[in-house]
């Protein structure tokens, strides 16, 4: 099988986790005894999509367009072979009696913690969050504090 890698996940890394024969039995759609290498390339993107599409909202430079998977953040790879075996398992679930479904949830909350920043990547930076503003009076010649915080209609202070 001859798969050029993504920007996550290379084929040498898809076949530590699901090795030859698993992609074989999984991927032959042609029964020549070979993963067909463009379903298993579809796998490698499919996988990669949901990782960068969750990290790109924290971590824009993380998931740059010029990543290769020997530079990509190991957490991000890690997320994305999971996602890859799921997807795998979900295939065809007669052939391997394994439950891809639970591994692709999993996979997938850690992803919207990761999104959330709940889920920090270690050495990476993350998109500076909304701090919120203040309430001034307009008048760009004035020196004076932020007016107190209101309710929408005036009534009242806390």
């Known amino acids: 099988m001859s798969v050029a890698g993504g920007r996550l ?3 040498a890394d898809l076949k530590k986790r699901l090795p030859e024969v698993s992609l074989t ?3 032959d759609d042609l029964g020549v005894g070979a993963p067909l290498g463009s379903a298993v390339q579809q796998l490698i993107l499919d996988a990669e ?3 960068i599409g969750a990290a790109a909202k924290q971590y824009p430079a ?3 367009s010029t990543i290769i998977p020997t530079t990509a953040h190991p957490l991000l790879r890690k997320f994305a072979l999971d996602m890859a075996q799921g997807l795998a398992y979900q295939r065809f679930p007669e052939v391997f009696r394994r439950d891809g479904e639970a591994l692709l ?3 997938r909350k850690q992803l919207d913690r990761l999104s959330q920043n709940h889920l920090v990547l270690e050495g990476a930076v ?8 203040e309430i001034g009076n307009n008048d760009p010649n004035a020196q004076s504090e932020p ?3 209101t309710f929408l209609s005036g ?3 806390f």
């Open 25 to 27: 039995r999984l991927y």
């Open 105 to 107: 949830d999993s996979t």
């Open 62 to 64: 993380q998931v740059s």
């Open 49 to 51: 999509s949901e990782v």
């Open 9 to 11: 996940l290379s084929e």
């Open 155 to 157: 009534w009242g202070n």
């Open 147 to 149: 007016l107190e915080p």
């Open 126 to 133: 993350p998109v500076a969050g909304n701090v919120g503003g």
